[in-house]
């Protein structure tokens, strides 16, 4: 899932990279040169960070679905404490830039702990497999 994942990231920021003005544009009625900027801007750091998301998602939902969902609670919890720190601090400091790294700030802060999270959670299983075949 992950390697398909980061075959989606590099095909969805080659796309962005090229498209992202024409795509903005269609949902716009009057565009403002600086709106556009803006908007491309956030289609790059957020198409650019998706890897983070690739991570966010498989991890929660593996580590969800053999059983320990208070992992995923947590990892959701690493999220909306990020994006709250972005909105507090982030916005006020960086401005629009701030606003645009929330999310990835948000994957990046549930990755730090859903990685070591997976590796505990492989760790547990391989132990009650282990006791459970001796």
């Known amino acids: 899932a992950v390697i398909i994942g980061f075959i989606y990231c590099a095909i969805a ?19 403002i040169p600086e709106m556009l900027d803006m908007a491309a801007l956030h289609v790059l750091i957020t198409v650019g960070s998706l890897t983070l998301l690739i991570f966010v998602n498989v991890l929660r939902f593996l580590i969800q679905g053999v059983g320990f969902s208070n992992f995923a609670i947590i990892a959701g919890v690493l999220e909306m404490i990020a994006r709250t720190v972005a909105g507090v601090l982030f916005i006020p400091l960086f401005g629009f830039v701030g606003a645009c790294v929330a999310s990835p700030f948000a ?7 859903l990685v070591p999270a997976f590796f505990y959670v492989i760790r547990r299983l391989e132990k009650t497999i282990n006791v459970a075949n001796s």
């Open 13 to 31: 920021f080659g796309v962005a990279a090229f498209v992202r003005r024409p795509l903005i544009n269609m949902f716009t009625d009057r565009p």
């Open 107 to 113: 994957w990046l802060l549930a990755d730090c702990f």
